[in-house]
């Protein structure tokens, strides 16, 4: 059979597909499916428990949140590659017309759309929970920034869950990384952010960042005991949190926000201040941050594939 | 002669194809040659060095040393165009368990770049062809061993490739499947693809190859055409029973077996030489007791790869003594 040459477009969304297939049909995503509704239905339903009656800015406030990010970084991209190689599909996949470079960038896409759908259908029965929790909400047309931020903060975990996977060629290993580093990183963050005069070091690591106030008026105060934390004007500046800064950034441009010391054993004494910083560099800061972590490890990833040798 | 071969005349050719495993040599200096139209069997018993050969020869595995050539063209890893024309089914295939085999065929179809059309005909057509139809609709993960190993030829012919490896298409399938594939090894041979097929039985090669590798612990120690092969390894093999009751009727009765050349009678020794290598020890007793005899003892000669092996390495030491 005299056959044309096949478009290098055509056999990457073969392999898009092929990805896509086995994505949404494993179990475990189904059951992250589950946990992130209900994690959105709880985040819908608790501040009203707690006797807060309308707020317009809930929407614009709302991220799926960090636990999400690592759960769905994982359960999408756990078997992609470490999962391949293991089953020994691997085999009949790498001696398909189709590179190694392709099939990488492929599976990454597959991912990609797997998980930007996922948050669209999140994120589209947030704004109608929360309206109809809520009442109407303001700047609606700015929920999309949040969805952004969120995809681009899952990545940076799935191009760890990526490189952890193609390095060791083993799942476990791959899970226990990315989640061994979450848990290292949210720990740590939160003594350094309580203890040190210098947080700033958050910006440069994925997670939460350091926390401070935005200079504005408005928001909503959620009092939780006597705690109270109003959402518009609560900054944190880590990866987690690129969406809502984005839109803080959008809403008010010219806005600065605070950090402050408190000493966490003497909670009477006033707040010290340590630095402000425009809402605005604190979004692309952290925009570029993510970026750079999620294109080191997925190169690193890529590269390691690229190498593999397929003794099995 | 296919079209193609104009332009090469070897499909497959090794220089000197090395693979070590640490300080484990796996394949020794290996010097192959597929002529292009022939189905030609790569034969060696367990851990000879047949699969290493063939992941180099699809770029899955970096040759230590030498170089090889399929289809004309320098084999490096990770050369997709070089695929398009090659298929594949590798040893116990293991495909993605959600799929379904029609969807497995499709996604691979569309791998090769295969249009809607030319999935549509060639996807049931070759479902048909290994046996799977009204299954194709099951999970792959629902599949029996031979249900995957019949999938595995299918997408290996997947995109009429010009090339087709495939190694030890026969293992884990029943007796009927194992002659259906060889029928169908045949018949894509006659389509006019060239056919490089691995096994560990002597017998099953006879059957279907025109030429013949013969692998030992990574170095080839003889390939040429089957009957050059086959003049080679001498003599007929031979069976002996030692029987109970050893009467001419259980004579007669092993002799009107089809595979039987000769059997004579020696005391209550039976000693039948069979004109195929084939192990027929199951027929060969049953009429044997059917006719009132009782087998105390069965050996059967020439049958195995070892005894091949054996007569080959005697017959060069003694063309080097000379
Ligand atoms: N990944 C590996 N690491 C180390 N040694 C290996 C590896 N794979 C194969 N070998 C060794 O290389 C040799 C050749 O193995 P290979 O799989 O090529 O044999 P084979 O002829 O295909 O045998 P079989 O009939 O059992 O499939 C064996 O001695 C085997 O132990
Ligand atoms: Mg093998």
């Given at each position: 059979?005299?056959?044309?040459?096949?478009?290098?477009?055509?056999?990457?969304?073969?392999?898009?597909?092929?990805?896509?297939?086995?994505?949404?049909?494993?179990?475990?995503?189904?059951?992250?499916?589950?946990?992130?509704?209900?994690?959105?239905?709880?985040?819908?339903?608790?501040?009203?428990?707690?006797?807060?009656?309308?707020?317009?800015?809930?929407?614009?406030?709302?991220?799926?949140?960090?636990?999400?990010?690592?759960?769905?970084?994982?359960?999408?991209?756990?078997?992609?590659?470490?999962?391949?190689?293991?089953?020994?599909?691997?085999?009949?996949?790498?001696?398909?017309?189709?590179?190694?470079?392709?099939?990488?960038?492929?599976?990454?896409?597959?991912?990609?759309?797997?998980?930007?759908?996922?948050?669209?259908?999140?994120?589209?029965?947030?704004?109608?929970?929360?309206?109809?929790?809520?009442?109407?909400?303001?700047?609606?047309?700015?929920?999309?920034?949040?969805?952004?931020?969120?995809?681009?903060?899952?990545?940076?975990?799935?191009?760890?869950?990526?490189?952890?996977?193609?390095?060791?060629?083993?799942?476990?290993?791959?899970?226990?990384?990315?989640?061994?580093?979450?848990?290292?990183?949210?720990?740590?963050?939160?003594?350094?952010?309580?203890?040190?005069?210098?947080?700033?070091?958050?910006?440069?690591?994925?997670?939460?960042?350091?926390?401070?106030?935005?200079?504005?008026?408005?928001?909503?105060?959620?009092?939780?005991?006597?705690?109270?934390?109003?959402?518009?004007?609560?900054?944190?500046?880590?990866?987690?949190?690129?969406?809502?800064?984005?839109?803080?950034?959008?809403?008010?441009?010219?806005?600065?926000?605070?950090?402050?010391?408190?000493?966490?054993?003497?909670?009477?004494?006033?707040?010290?201040?340590?630095?402000?910083?425009?809402?605005?560099?604190?979004?692309?800061?952290?925009?570029?941050?993510?970026?750079?972590?999620?294109a080191v490890f997925l190169f690193v990833a890529w590269f390691a594939f690229k190498r593999w040798q397929i003794l099995e | 002669m296919p079209f193609w071969c104009v332009a090469v005349d070897l499909a497959i050719e090794t220089i000197d194809l090395t693979k070590q495993y640490g300080s484990?040599?796996?394949?020794?200096?290996?010097?192959?040659?597929?002529?292009?139209?022939?189905?030609?069997?790569?034969?060696?018993?367990?851990?000879?060095?047949?699969?290493?050969?063939?992941?180099?020869?699809?770029?899955?595995?970096?040759?230590?040393?030498?170089?090889?050539?399929?289809?004309?063209?320098?084999?490096?890893?990770?050369?997709?165009?070089?695929?398009?024309?090659?298929?594949?089914?590798?040893?116990?295939?293991?495909?993605?368990?959600?799929?379904?085999?029609?969807?497995?065929?499709?996604?691979?179809?569309?791998?090769?770049?295969?249009?809607?059309?030319?999935?549509?005909?060639?996807?049931?057509?070759?479902?048909?062809?290994?046996?799977?139809?009204?299954?194709?609709?099951?999970?792959?993960?629902?599949?029996?061993?031979?249900?995957?190993?019949?999938?595995?030829?299918?997408?290996?012919?997947?995109?009429?490739?010009?090339?087709?490896?495939?190694?030890?298409?026969?293992?884990?399938?029943?007796?009927?499947?194992?002659?259906?594939?060889?029928?169908?090894?045949?018949?894509?041979?006659?389509?006019?693809?060239?056919?490089?097929?691995?096994?560990?039985?002597?017998?099953?090669?006879?059957?279907?190859?025109?030429?013949?590798?013969?692998?030992?612990?990574?170095?080839?120690?003889?390939?040429?055409?089957?009957?050059?092969?086959?003049?080679?390894?001498?003599?007929?093999?031979?069976?002996?029973?030692?029987?109970?009751?050893?009467?001419?009727?259980?004579?007669?009765?092993?002799?009107?077996?089809?595979?039987?050349?000769?059997?004579?009678?020696?005391?209550?020794?039976?000693?039948?030489?069979?004109?195929?290598?084939?192990?027929?020890?199951?027929?060969?007793?049953?009429?044997?007791?059917?006719?009132?005899?009782?087998?105390?003892?069965?050996?059967?000669?020439?049958?195995?790869?070892?005894?091949?092996?054996?007569?080959?390495?005697?017959?060069?030491?003694?063309?080097?003594?000379?």
């Amino acid at each position: 059979m005299n056959k044309e040459h096949p478009s290098w477009l055509g056999r990457f969304w073969a392999v898009v597909r092929y990805e896509m297939l086995w994505n949404i049909r494993k179990k475990m995503f189904l059951g992250a499916l589950l946990f992130a509704f209900v994690f959105a239905t709880l985040n819908l339903a608790l501040p009203g428990y707690f006797g807060l009656s309308e707020n317009p800015y809930f929407v614009i406030t709302f991220s799926a949140g960090n636990l999400t990010f690592i759960l769905f970084a994982i359960v999408t991209g756990m078997h992609s590659i470490s999962g391949e190689y293991e089953k020994g599909t691997v085999v009949p996949l790498l001696t398909k017309p189709v590179s190694r470079t392709m099939v990488f960038l492929g599976k990454l896409f597959a991912i990609f759309l797997v998980i930007l759908v996922t948050y669209t259908v999140l994120f589209t029965y947030t704004i109608i929970g929360s309206i109809i929790v809520y009442g109407p909400q303001n700047s609606l047309y700015l929920a999309p920034l949040s969805l952004i931020g969120d995809v681009i903060s899952t990545f940076i975990w799935v191009s760890v869950v990526l490189a952890a996977g193609a390095i060791s060629k083993n799942s476990l290993i791959a899970i226990l990384t990315a989640f061994g580093l979450f848990i290292a990183l949210v720990l740590g963050g939160g003594i350094i952010g309580q203890l040190s005069d210098n947080p700033q070091a958050l910006n440069y690591i994925p997670g939460t960042g350091a926390t401070g106030t935005l200079n504005i008026i408005g928001g909503e105060n959620i009092t939780i005991g006597n705690i109270s934390i109003n959402t518009l004007s609560a900054v944190a500046t880590g990866t987690d949190s690129i969406g809502n800064n984005l839109i803080k950034a959008v809403l008010y441009p010219n806005s600065e926000v605070g950090f402050y010391h408190q000493n966490i054993f003497n909670l009477t004494a006033p707040a010290r201040l340590l630095y402000t910083e425009p809402i605005g560099l604190i979004a692309l800061r952290s925009i570029g941050v993510a970026v750079l972590y999620t294109a080191v490890f997925l190169f690193v990833a890529w590269f390691a594939f690229k190498r593999w040798q397929i003794l099995e | 002669m296919p079209f193609w071969c104009v332009a090469v005349d070897l499909a497959i050719e090794t220089i000197d194809l090395t693979k070590q495993y640490g300080s484990l040599t796996a394949v020794n200096k290996l010097n192959l040659r597929v002529e292009c139209g022939s189905i030609h069997g790569f034969l060696g018993p367990n851990g000879a060095g047949k699969s290493t050969t063939i992941k180099i020869l699809v770029g899955l595995l970096k040759a230590t040393q030498g170089s090889a050539k399929v289809l004309g063209q320098e084999v490096h890893v990770d050369q997709a165009d070089a695929r398009l024309s090659i298929g594949y089914m590798p040893e116990l295939p293991r495909f993605p368990n959600h799929l379904k085999g029609a969807e497995l065929l499709d996604v691979y179809g569309r791998m090769y770049g295969m249009n809607p059309q030319e999935r549509q005909t060639q996807i049931p057509r070759l479902i048909d062809l290994v046996g799977l139809k009204g299954r194709e609709n099951d999970l792959i993960g629902k599949y029996s061993k031979g249900m995957q190993q019949r999938i595995g030829i299918a997408q290996a012919l997947l995109n009429n490739p010009q090339l087709v490896i495939l190694d030890e298409p026969s293992i884990g399938l029943d007796p009927v499947g194992m002659v259906e594939v060889r029928e169908l090894v045949k018949a894509i041979s006659k389509e006019g693809m060239t056919v490089f097929v691995s096994s560990h039985l002597l017998y099953e090669v006879e059957q279907i190859c025109s030429h013949v590798t013969i692998i030992n612990r990574g170095q080839a120690l003889v390939s040429d055409t089957l009957e050059t092969v086959s003049q080679m390894i001498s003599g007929p093999t031979v069976m002996q029973v030692e029987v109970v009751n050893l009467s001419g009727a259980t004579v007669a009765a092993v002799k009107a077996l089809s595979p039987v050349k000769e059997a004579t009678k020696s005391g209550n020794m039976l000693n039948v030489s069979l004109s195929t290598r084939e192990d027929v020890r199951a027929e060969v007793s049953q009429a044997i007791t059917k006719s009132g005899g009782i087998i105390v003892g069965m050996t059967q000669k020439g049958h195995s790869l070892e005894d091949v092996f054996i007569q080959l390495i005697n017959k060069r030491q003694e063309g080097s003594a000379q």
